[in-house]
């Protein structure tokens, strides 16, 4: 279990009338590093399950509406979350659940409407900036950063969306910037890495988007974009051995993940075409040696 988390009481965290947003994020990325802590929290929302059965408790409503959306049981959780979405620690999300299922449209309106009760909130705000920049409105989300920056540049997730929004505009160096600043302010988390990656991919800087992908690999947990972008570059720097690994790590996880099992044929295909083009170039090499006359 990592430090950050040893400074939890993890089986309390979801017991908070208002959980802590970050507290929850916290939660989420252990869930997916440590079998104890995920089944810690199973036996949790298991407990918060059978209070709800027995009693409509709003409070409990939202707790268990949380714990579903941690494990990425979004339907289900927007089922139970949609009870108590005018709640205010329930918004959150709420929200966060709506866009994650790409219902970015119902998102933004329930959004919109939160933000007209409650400006301070951060969390929604920022959901909000996302939520308007996926469905197209740069400009709106930039006019809320600009309300937000005065008191928030200590957090990671404000440079995040504002990279995101200076990308959308194709200002990618200021976007790299931004990204940067995310990534110093939470290094544990995959979203400023993986936009880094991918604009150094973009623009043919192999050797920035391979460090960066070497570095979101390492961190728990790991997604499968990440191991197929890493193995195509590793495989466009011929590092075939390693592209491989990238494609089996995936095979581990989905054993019929179809990119997978064609990206891996390819550069198993490719070592051996690499070895045997090596082998006739010393073939030649010695050739030559032997034909030359003394």
């Known amino acids: 279990m990592s430090q950050e988390t ?4 993890i089986s309390a ?11 929850i994020y916290v939660l989420r990325r252990e869930a997916y590093s440590d079998r104890n802590v995920r089944e810690e929290l199973e036996n949790v929302l298991a407990d918060i399950n ?3 059965a027995r009693d409509e408790d709003s409070v409990k409503v939202m707790q268990l509406g949380i714990g579903l959306w941690i494990f990425n049981r979004n339907e289900e959780a927007d089922s139970i979350l949609s009870r108590v979405r005018n709640r205010k620690g329930a ?40 939520a308007r920049r996926r469905k197209g409105d740069i400009e709106g989300a930039m006019k809320l950063l600009a309300s937000l920056e005065a008191n ?10 504002k990279g995101y929004c200076l990308e959308a505009q194709g200002l990618y160096e200021e976007a790299l910037d931004e990204y940067e600043k995310s990534a110093v302010l939470d290094p544990g988390s995959h979203k400023a890495l993986f936009r880094l990656a991918y ?11 391979i460090e960066t ?16 972008n890493l193995g195509l570059l590793y495989e466009d720097d011929r590092e075939y051995e390693k592209a491989a690994d990238c494609y089996r790590s995936v095979l581990q996880v989905e054993p019929n993940h179809k990119r997978a099992l064609m990206y891996l044929e390819d550069a198993t295909a ?22 030359t006359p003394v």
Do not use: C, W
Not at 13 to 23: A, G, I, K, N, T
Not at 103 to 127: P, R, W
Not at 201 to 209: C, F, I, R, T, V
Not at 213 to 228: F, M
């Open 152 to 161: 928030h540049l200590d957090r990671a997730e404000f440079h995040y969306e």
């Open 6 to 9: 040893q400074t939890l009481d």
């Open 50 to 52: 059978k209070q709800v």
């Open 199 to 209: 604009i150094y991919d973009l623009h043919g800087n192999d050797e920035k988007a």
């Open 270 to 291: 490719s070592m051996t075409m690499f070895y045997d083009e090596d082998k006739a170039k010393l073939i030649e090499k010695r050739n030559m040696i032997l034909n």
């Open 91 to 130: 918004a959150y999300y709420y929200g966060r659940n709506l866009l994650d299922m790409g219902k970015v449209e119902q998102a933004a309106e329930y959004l919109e409407g939160m933000y007209a009760k409650d400006t301070d909130s951060f969390h929604i705000n920022i959901l909000l900036v996302e």
């Open 213 to 228: 992908y070497e570095r979101l690999v390492k961190l728990n947990p790991v997604y499968i974009s990440e191991l197929i």
């Open 13 to 23: 965290v979801l017991l908070q009338e208002r959980p802590e947003v970050d507290d």
